[in-house]
């Protein structure tokens, strides 16, 4: 064996690796258990293996320009113009490359946003930024008030600066904004040729755009999948396409007007293969056009639904990692959602986090310097295209069934989010699916965060109901638990004490250790503040600890062994005690039916429905 100058055996010097000697060790490791249990599926079914080849003839996806890095996007949307405006200027300064205008009662605004778009607001919050030194505007105007687009081109006149040379997202988006409010004014036949006049007004001026957006962002607030999201956003694309080629716009030219937004969440290889899908996906769409494909702007934003309310600092580690994976995606632009932003409107602190989260990957980390970093990835490129077709098939389901706007109509959409939402809401439930300090790991002493005091502007609801549907609601995973977190806490500020759970740990350390952190985490999860026990044997000694722990519930902790001998004996010993219900750590098994005769009135186990329990756990606090 030769050795390099650091003394170490050069790579020449070993085996070339094989799958199938890979799937000796494997299955060594296994011992007869199915290889399949190193299998798993996402939310739409795709099949992500434990281990791939290196796609040798992949090549990368065309994207954004070689080593160009991604723009850094940061939210206005303070409802005070003034306040706003002095973000605004704050952020630019301080390495922000554009700003996203969030207004009061768009499907963005997340119960904030600038009170309104009219051209004397629009002045006042872009007061003092050069408009033409490069930065990005994007407008997310909602649909149906103030012209928002129309009032920011006639700013742009009134302060002298050439269209052309502004690089405004103008970003209209009926169908999405229409999708999240589960109404529309009229049917989208009578609604795209007013779109499309409006677009051509604004290239007659000479703004260059994009002006359309397509954005899948709804589908991922309201607790949809990958492939749901690339569909809609693709279906809403080539709606707009032909809006506007109906309105005279020749393709090639109404391609560059339309834009895409796609949501990135803490799932590194299924938010990367999302955003290389979009564009393939895309530039097949292109070429049925007859249309040599280029690459399309694609924005994106960090996940809306992945943000928690408690320990609100993880959310940096989420918005870390989506940031990550949007930019070697593919993202053009990319949006930071503040960690504190489900909590209230986010302070400077929080802002300046989130655009440091986009300087330092960018400037340190230096992401941006190689080209689809993920091309010839054997998982990613089988994941990619496993969405492309996934997602296709969708979008084909959705233009048999007239479009967008009409499977909106016959609610095909939603029919499918809903699913998915389920199946993701009970995944969280028996957290299969964790959210750190949320639904596993909580910390009922954290320090709380502080967010700005501002009063959300006042919003008409719109009053277009010409024609209904169900409408596709954001959500956030966290908020089951949280809300027994809140019930909680209303309980130690009337109280000045939470309700408790006495852990009867058996035996030795090494025998409840285990289940006992299990049962403080499993419990606390839902704000229920555990009492921890010395091992006990003696059941005499187990009732005296409960009735000083100040708790009217207790849980067995220990192993199945002990559990055989002391388990019983324990819970008659706490029942007789006052126990008003006794759970025990673990599954039942065989003993099911002798344990319970016992006094054990509930189990506790990994898989099991603990959001389920928890709230049977508190109506029987409320109740007692």
């Known amino acids: 064996m030769t050795s390099g100058t650091d003394g170490l055996p050069l790579a020449a010097d070993f085996a070339p690796a094989r799958y199938d000697d890979w799937r000796k060790l494997v299955d060594g490791v296994l011992k007869g258990a199915p290889f399949e249990k190193l299998v798993s599926k996402t939310a739409d079914g795709l099949i992500i293996q434990p281990i791939y080849p290196r796609a040798r003839d992949a090549a990368p996806v065309a994207g954004r320009a070689a080593a160009a890095p991604w723009q850094i996007m940061q939210r206005i949307d303070h409802p005070d113009a003034a306040q706003a405006n002095a973000q605004a200027l704050h952020d630019l300064e301080n390495g922000a490359g554009g700003l996203e205008l969030e207004f009061a009662g768009g499907p963005g605004a997340r119960g904030f946003g600038i009170a309104d778009a009219t051209k004397e607001t629009l002045a006042r919050v872009l007061d003092g930024i050069v408009l033409d030194a490069g930065i990005v505007i994007a407008l997310n105007p909602v649909f149906g008030r103030d012209n928002a687009g129309m009032n920011l081109a006639d700013l742009v006149r009134s302060r002298g600066f050439e269209p052309a040379k502004v690089d405004i997202r103008f970003n209209y988006q009926p169908l999405s904004t229409l999708a999240v409010r589960g109404a529309a004014p009229a049917a989208w036949s009578e ?102 494909p280029r690459p399309v702007l694609i924005a994106a934003e960090t996940a809306w639904r992945m943000l928690t309310q408690r320990d609100a600092y993880v959310n940096l580690l989420r918005a870390t990692m989506a940031t990550f994976s949007a930019g070697l995606g593919g993202a053009d632009s990319i949006t930071v959602l503040p960690h504190t932003l489900a909590l209230g409107l986010p302070d400077g602190f929080a802002r300046r986090i989130a655009r440091n989260t986009q300087l330092i990957l960018l400037e340190e980390s230096n992401l941006a310097k190689v080209a689809d970093p993920a091309a010839g990835s054997g998982g990613i490129e089988a994941l990619t295209q496993q969405l492309c077709e996934a997602a296709w098939a969708l979008f084909q389901e959705i233009e048999q069934a ?67 549907f169900d409408s596709l609601p954001p959500m956030r995973l966290a908020a089951p638990f949280e809300e027994l977190r809140d019930k909680s806490d209303e309980m130690l500020k009337k109280t000045g004490a939470r309700p408790r759970v006495f852990l009867a740990n058996l035996g030795t350390p090494a025998d409840f250790t285990p289940r006992a952190t299990f049962a403080k985490s499993f419990f606390e999860t839902g704000g229920i503040e555990t009492v921890d026990g010395v091992g006990f044997t003696d059941p005499p000694a187990l009732a005296a600890a409960f009735k000083t722990a100040s708790a009217s519930l207790a849980c067995l902790c220990s192993s199945d062994k002990v559990y055989a001998e002391h388990a019983a004996g324990a819970a008659k010993a706490l029942h007789d005690a006052g126990a008003s219900h006794i759970y025990l750590a673990g599954r039942p098994g065989e003993r099911d039916a002798a344990l319970r005769s016992a006094g054990v009135d509930g189990f506790i186990f990994a898989g099991g429905d603990a959001l389920a329990t928890l709230t049977e756990v508190w109506k029987r606090i409320e109740q007692a």
Do not use: Y
């Open 191 to 292: 609604m795209a040729p007013p779109f499309a006049r409006m677009i051509r007004e604004l290239m007659d001026r000479g703004f260059k755009g994009p002006f359309a957006l397509a954005d899948g962002r709804p589908i991922h607030d309201a607790g949809g999948s990958e492939t749901q999201e690339l569909a809609f956003a693709l279906a809403i694309a080539v709606t707009c396409l032909r809006a506007l080629e109906a309105g005279g716009i020749s393709l090639d030219i109404a391609r560059g007007a339309v834009s895409f937004r796609l949501c990135a969440d803490a799932d590194q290889f299924l938010t990367m293969a999302k955003f290389r899908a979009l564009r393939l996906l895309w530039a097949r769409i292109e070429q049925a056009c007859g249309l040599a």
């Open 402 to 468: 007239g479009g967008v706007f009409a499977a909106l109509q016959q609610n095909l959409i939603q029919r499918k989010v809903a699913a998915t939402r389920a199946a993701r809401e009970a995944a969280i439930a028996r957290r299969k699916e964790v959210l750190t300090g949320a639904s596993e790991f909580p910390d009922l002493h954290e320090a709380g965060v502080t967010v700005l005091e501002a009063t959300p502007a006042a919003t008409a609801r719109p009053t277009e109901a010409g024609i209904t």
